[in-house]
């Protein structure tokens, strides 16, 4: 069993900033790649942002392009989600997550295999 640990959320205004941070064990980190998922009560589950393992490539959901920015510190295995200019639509159950990723599906929950769990983003108006 792979253990993701998140941590980093919390209480923000709108317009401020937070960084999540999900570690993970070193053999998955440098095999799989990263994303981060949301999920608002009541609503589903969906994709935020996803970095591949090998290239550093990344693919955000567009309510978030130009406010969040995923990275990955190989050294530290830990993936950073940097959230600036929060909106209260932002607050949610953040989650990591690390697969096997089909790039192509990489927005998809389904392609994930390991899951963190979860760490609660507030975004007061």
């Known amino acids: 069993q792979v253990q993701l640990v998140e941590s980093g959320g919390g209480l923000v205004q709108a317009g401020g900033s937070l960084r999540l941070s999900c570690a993970a064990p070193?053999?998955?980190?440098?095999?799989?790649?990263m994303g981060w998922f949301r999920q608002a009560p009541g609503k589903e589950r969906e994709f935020v942002v996803a970095i591949s393992w090998n290239t550093g490539n990344t693919r955000y959901t567009d309510s978030v392009k130009g406010r969040f920015t995923i990275s990955r510190d190989n050294t530290r295995n830990t993936v950073y989600l940097q959230m600036n200019s929060l909106k209260p639509e932002d607050t949610a159950v953040y989650y990591c997550?690390?697969?096997?990723?089909?790039?192509?599906?990489?927005?998809?929950?389904?392609?994930?295999?390991?899951w963190g769990q979860g760490t609660q983003v507030t975004v007061s108006s």
């Open positions: 997550a690390a697969g096997s990723v089909n790039w192509a599906r990489a927005t998809l929950t389904q392609e994930y295999d390991y």
């Open positions: 070193a053999r998955t980190f440098s095999r799989y790649a």
